[in-house]
């Protein structure tokens, strides 16, 4: 006989969603749909396998807790079977830059928004030039989120090169970093 270990879900049973940071109490059940209410008042409509029962507050738990529900530990499976585009090898050298105005320079005194994307757009060409010259086969270039002016600008100059790029690690950078792949052996 095969017992379910997962908890059972009753009216009153507080509650997290698995993907959200919504937690609350059941008010209602009907199947395999449940009513959540959160301490606001607002009620959503779940399925009950988006759900855990909790017994103690989230933030009191532990991250090691032992939950047994098939849909996280169907999501869990996602995110490991996913694999980074950024991938270093043994040995590898790669080059980080940081384009961030405040890094470039002590002061941006005098400075306006031309010519602080000119310094840094000028930072970027010398250092994939360096990495060129050095047959350093990777570059970072770290730029920030912010309105995407850098980044559109970096691409534009990269496509000058014989380089593919792509976004940086985002378990390492965030969505503020381009990685760059430089070819070493153009084919003529």
């Given at each position: 006989?095969?017992?379910?270990?997962?908890?059972?879900?009753?009216i009153?049973?507080?509650?997290?969603?698995?993907?959200?940071?919504?937690?609350g109490?059941i008010?209602?059940?009907?199947g395999?749909?449940?009513?959540?209410?959160?301490h606001?008042g607002?009620?959503?409509?779940?399925?009950?396998?988006?759900v855990?029962?909790?017994?103690?507050d989230?933030?009191?738990?532990?991250?090691?807790?032992?939950?047994?529900?098939?849909?996280?530990?169907e999501?869990?499976?996602?995110?490991?079977?996913?694999?980074?585009?950024?991938?270093?090898?043994?040995?590898?050298?790669?080059?980080?830059?940081?384009?961030?105005?405040?890094?470039?320079?002590n002061?941006?005194?005098?400075m306006?928004?031309?010519?602080i994307?000119s310094?840094?757009?000028?930072?970027?060409k010398?250092?994939?030039?360096?990495?060129?010259s050095?047959?350093?086969?990777?570059?970072?270039?770290?730029?920030?989120v912010?309105?995407?002016?850098?980044k559109t600008?970096?691409?534009?100059?990269?496509?000058?090169?014989?380089v593919?790029?792509?976004?940086?690690?985002?378990?390492?950078?965030?969505?503020?970093?381009?990685?760059?792949?430089?070819?070493q052996?153009?084919?003529?």
């Amino acid at each position: 006989m095969n017992k379910k270990l997962t908890k059972r879900l009753d009216i009153g049973n507080k509650i997290a969603v698995i993907d959200d940071v919504l937690k609350g109490k059941i008010v209602a059940i009907d199947g395999c749909e449940i009513t959540l209410e959160d301490h606001h008042g607002m009620r959503y409509q779940l399925l009950k396998k988006e759900v855990v029962r909790i017994d103690e507050d989230q933030d009191q738990m532990s991250k090691f807790s032992d939950i047994n529900n098939s849909f996280l530990k169907e999501k869990k499976r996602e995110i490991k079977s996913k694999k980074s585009l950024f991938v270093k090898e043994k040995n590898e050298l790669i080059l980080e830059v940081d384009l961030h105005v405040n890094q470039l320079t002590n002061s941006t005194r005098g400075m306006d928004n031309y010519d602080i994307l000119s310094l840094q757009i000028e930072t970027a060409k010398r250092k994939i030039e360096y990495a060129i010259s050095k047959q350093i086969s990777k570059v970072v270039f770290i730029h920030g989120v912010g309105e995407g002016v850098l980044k559109t600008e970096l691409a534009f100059l990269l496509n000058n090169y014989n380089v593919k790029f792509y976004d940086a690690s985002y378990p390492k950078y965030g969505l503020g970093a381009t990685e760059v792949y430089i070819y070493q052996n153009p084919k003529s």
